[in-house]
């Protein structure tokens, strides 16, 4: 069969179909997503919430625009919790519009990930060497991987879950950032509560992205064996 256009039908390009994630795997990231939807108010470091943090009530009028770009992707959390949400309790595929939107705001916040690890590539950061390696390791890495990934398999990987490994990008790239920068803040468990719960839910988090990027690759490589066969 062919098109108006006389190309065949088979060879027009088509968008990858909503992949259907197991509900329980839904369910559980909902509920590790509304944790961290909470983190974004908790006292991180020195009694100072990412909250605080983008309203700029930092301890001694520190506040500046490294701490806003620190605490921002925090709250990449509430449109994380919508498309769980949605996952779980409608049928309907998202919207262009919707996407749209979150797209632009994992672009806005790996660019303020970016920025806000700039001075430790630049060695203006005032911390050890470990730390260093470890902020630039870890976010970079998380950030570069992902995107590899996502492009080179674009057209296998289905919108819902581009998004998903989007938001889990940025997200975690920030919270590494954060979670290394003021893993030997001092004050007791109630001033820093926040890095407590971090830490806990950063790996759960990690292991999903880990998880859809290996079936994107998987799915990816299957599907232009069977292309070639």
Avoid at 44 to 61: C, E, I, K, M
Avoid at 128 to 153: K, Y
Avoid at 194 to 221: C, D, M, Q, S
């Amino acid at each position: 069969m062919v098109t108006n256009s006389g190309v065949p039908r088979n060879n027009v390009a088509s968008p990858p179909p909503e992949q259907k994630i197991p509900a329980w795997v839904n369910a559980t990231a909902l509920i590790i997503w509304l944790v961290a939807a909470v983190l974004a108010f908790l006292p991180f470091a020195f009694d100072t919430s990412a909250w605080d943090a983008v309203t700029l009530r930092v301890p001694g009028n520190q506040g500046n625009w490294w701490h806003f770009l620190a605490g921002a992707p925090f709250f990449l959390a509430f449109p994380m919790v919508w498309l769980r949400l949605r996952s779980v309790f409608s049928a309907q595929p998202s919207t262009a519009i919707s996407r749209r939107i979150i797209w632009s705001v994992i672009g806005l916040s790996i660019a303020g990930t970016i920025a806000v690890e700039t001075p430790f590539l630049l060695h203006l950061a005032g911390t050890s060497d470990w730390q260093r390696f470890a902020v630039l390791s870890l976010g970079f890495g998380i950030m570069i991987a992902s995107a590899v990934i996502l492009f080179l398999r674009r057209q296998y990987i289905s919108t819902i879950v581009a998004c998903l490994a989007g938001l889990e990008t940025a997200y975690l790239a920030n919270l590494a950032l954060c979670l290394v920068v003021y893993a030997g803040s001092p004050g007791n468990l109630e001033s820093r509560s926040g890095w407590f719960v971090a830490i806990v839910i950063f790996w759960p988090i990690l292991f999903e992205l880990a998880w859809l990027l290996v079936k994107t690759l998987r799915k990816g490589t299957s599907q232009m064996l069977s292309q070639t066969t």
